[in-house]
């Protein structure tokens, strides 16, 4: 690609969807190693969370069949989705043991709570009920995790964490290893996906219609101007999301060694050396100094 080329040029978010392609073959080629692996090298946690991780290259490929097909606002969606996955799991994987069994204790009793539940508006009622719903008192470990998850007045906790996103980050800063600025790739993946994501998610009109620009500073609604803001966006969310990758890699290589996986995370990292990313619109700068 010329290093010349501009943010918000097509010549520019197919360098990086190539990227992000390249990350994506790490995050196949990752979980395809622990599976082989984690039978000669047993680990715990990596064991318990491999679902997670197997799950991240499902949604990371989910992200550029949606980009393919310029489903960019649904590309946020899915892109919001990979960001909390790489983060959960960087983060389960240095937390405190008591942190770690709740996150497995959900799992658990959501799969209880989902065979049955209600809904009520005004006096209206709808039930989903499955059948073979289990006996509480059969099992103790169920029974417990229920309560885990139940307030003092009896309604459900609907969240696995109790923390924020930036106190999983902190942890993360002291306990990885990983060079800070490593972390700083999910902060600022944070900044430039999560927000707008969930107001796609909700269904505002911002959320509706961020991704063609016309909330940028200095918009304006030309056919060309919205062409490059949407090249931009796309161009954001390549960006974003590979590093993110990298981040894991990273991570992961402090407590199960992928020494060759992270080498190649290396090399492709190299292709973004040297890129223009100032631009005029929605992104001014991309600032990832340590």
Same mark, same amino acid.
């Given at each position: 690609?010329?290093?010349?080329a501009?943010?918000?040029?097509?010549?520019?978010t !197919?360098?990086?969807? @190539?990227y992000?392609g390249?990350q +994506? #073959?790490?995050?196949?080629?990752l979980?395809?190693?622990?599976?082989d692996?984690l039978?000669?090298?047993?680990?715990?946690?990596?064991d318990s969370?491999?679902?997670?991780?197997?799950?991240?290259?499902?949604?990371a +490929?989910?992200?550029?069949?949606?980009?393919m &097909?310029?489903?960019i606002?649904?590309?946020?969606m899915?892109? @919001?989705a990979?960001l909390?996955?790489?983060? !959960?799991?960087?983060?389960?994987?240095? +937390?405190d043991?008591e942190?770690?069994?709740r996150?497995?204790?959900?799992?658990?009793?959501k799969?209880? @709570?989902?065979?049955?539940?209600?809904?009520k508006?005004?006096d209206?009622?709808a039930?989903?009920?499955?059948?073979?719903?289990?006996d509480?008192?059969?099992?103790?470990?169920?029974?417990?995790?229920?309560e885990?998850?139940? *307030?003092?007045?009896g309604?459900?906790?609907?969240r696995?964490? !109790?923390?924020?996103i930036e106190?999983?980050?902190d942890?993360i800063?002291?306990r *990885?290893?990983? !060079?800070v600025?490593?972390?700083?790739?999910?902060?600022?993946?944070?900044?430039?996906?999560?927000d707008?994501a969930?107001?796609?998610?909700?269904?505002?009109?911002?959320?509706t219609?961020?991704?063609?620009?016309?909330?940028?500073?200095?918009?304006?609604?030309?056919?060309?101007?919205?062409?490059?803001?949407v090249?931009g966006?796309?161009?954001?969310?390549?960006?974003?999301?590979?590093?993110c990758? &990298?981040s894991?890699i990273?991570?992961?290589?402090?407590v199960?060694p992928i020494?060759?996986i992270r080498?190649?995370a290396?090399e &492709? #990292?190299?292709?973004l050396?040297g890129?223009?990313?100032?631009? *005029?619109?929605?992104l001014?700068?991309?600032n +990832?100094?340590?």
């Amino acid at each position: 690609m010329n290093k010349k080329a501009k943010w918000g040029t097509q010549e520019f978010t !197919n360098h990086l969807f @190539r990227y992000y392609g390249k990350q +994506c #073959d790490l995050l196949e080629e990752l979980y395809k190693y622990q599976y082989d692996s984690l039978k000669k090298k047993p680990n715990e946690r990596v064991d318990s969370l491999y679902l997670l991780l197997y799950s991240m290259y499902d949604t990371a +490929c989910s992200v550029s069949i949606l980009a393919m &097909n310029q489903k960019i606002n649904e590309g946020y969606m899915i892109g @919001r989705a990979l960001l909390e996955k790489i983060i !959960n799991y960087i983060y389960l994987l240095y +937390c405190d043991e008591e942190y770690y069994k709740r996150y497995l204790a959900y799992t658990k009793q959501k799969g209880y @709570r989902n065979l049955k539940k209600s809904i009520k508006a005004g006096d209206v009622v709808a039930e989903l009920k499955w059948t073979g719903h289990p006996d509480l008192d059969d099992d103790k470990e169920l029974k417990k995790a229920v309560e885990l998850f139940t *307030s003092k007045k009896g309604k459900t906790i609907s969240r696995w964490r !109790n923390k924020t996103i930036e106190e999983m980050l902190d942890l993360i800063v002291e306990r *990885s290893g990983v !060079n800070v600025k490593y972390v700083k790739y999910l902060m600022i993946a944070m900044l430039a996906i999560y927000d707008d994501a969930s107001e796609a998610l909700h269904g505002t009109l911002y959320g509706t219609i961020f991704h063609i620009g016309i909330f940028s500073a200095g918009s304006s609604r030309t056919k060309s101007k919205i062409v490059s803001s949407v090249h931009g966006q796309l161009s954001l969310l390549f960006f974003a999301l590979g590093c993110c990758i &990298n981040s894991l890699i990273e991570a992961v290589n402090q407590v199960f060694p992928i020494e060759e996986i992270r080498k190649k995370a290396i090399e &492709n #990292d190299k292709e973004l050396i040297g890129l223009d990313v100032e631009s *005029s619109g929605k992104l001014t700068k991309w600032n +990832c100094e340590v």
